[in-house]
């Protein structure tokens, strides 16, 4: 079955720094992937995508993702993390046959100043 | 920018009540799905509908839980009785379907607390 890992449970950054956060998947096909960001209180809202083709993705707010095949992986990125980035961040997988999301554990991210 | 709407944002209810959820999701989109979030954990699809039919619903307890899409637009997701452990964040989400993207967008959701 598959399944989604992301290895930090909380992340501490300082703001300006760059931040990664990690996301494994399991799924014997190519996955479809995601990258969600939730704010306290509130529901998710996409950040980025992957179907196919570059395995680097641009999002919205400054993200990137990059998949890596041989790795099973899906990290997410930001240069420069702001303190308005501060929330929780949930990497997902679609499986293309059954069109099941599995979403992974999520990451909290503090943002110190 | 569309959204997709539900109510009540937050509910207290006492264990053996019955409480009902509601959901308006992005006109037009085909597929809506529920899901339970408990805090710390990612969210749990409970219920998915195409249209108006359930296509997955794998993880509803069905004795307490039920959901309906009665016309394939809006949806309701009823518990009764609620018990303790039901205390969660319940998000509805909805894509336009079709097999052309599987992104979703999701509501504010709806805090529940079982006292």
């Known amino acids: 079955a598959q399944s989604v890992t992301q290895p930090d449970i909380h992340i501490t950054v300082s703001e300006g720094a760059s931040l990664e956060l990690r996301c494994n998947y399991s799924y014997g096909a190519t996955p479809y992937l995601f990258w969600y960001v939730q704010s306290p209180g509130q529901g998710l809202q996409l950040l980025l995508k992957?179907?196919?083709?570059?395995?680097l993705v641009q999002g919205i707010k400054g993200f990137e993702a990059e998949f890596k095949r041989s790795q099973s992986s899906f990290n997410l990125r930001k240069p420069s993390v702001h303190w308005s980035d501060a929330a929780e961040y949930f990497c997902a997988v679609v499986n293309t046959g059954g069109f099941k999301t599995i979403f992974g554990a999520g990451t909290r991210l503090f943002v110190k100043a | 920018e569309a959204e997709v709407a539900q109510s009540p944002r937050y509910k207290i209810t006492e264990k053996s009540q019955a409480v009902a959820f509601w959901c308006d999701p992005i006109?037009?989109?085909?597929?809506l799905y529920w899901y339970r979030q408990i805090l710390g954990q990612g969210p749990e699809l409970l219920v998915q509908?195409?249209?108006?039919?359930?296509?997955?619903d794998s993880q509803l307890p069905k004795d307490r839980f039920s959901a309906e899409r009665l016309k394939g637009v809006d949806s309701t997701l009823k518990i009764q009785p609620a018990e303790l452990g039901d205390s969660a964040m319940y998000l509805c989400?909805?894509?336009?379907?079709?097999?052309?993207?599987?992104?979703?967008?999701f509501g504010p959701g709806t805090r529940l607390t079982v006292t």
């Open positions: 992957y179907f196919s083709g570059d395995t």
């Open positions: 509908f195409q249209d108006e039919s359930v296509v997955d």
């Open positions: 989400a909805s894509s336009p379907g079709g097999g052309q993207t599987y992104e979703q967008y």
């Open positions: 006109s037009g989109h085909a597929t």
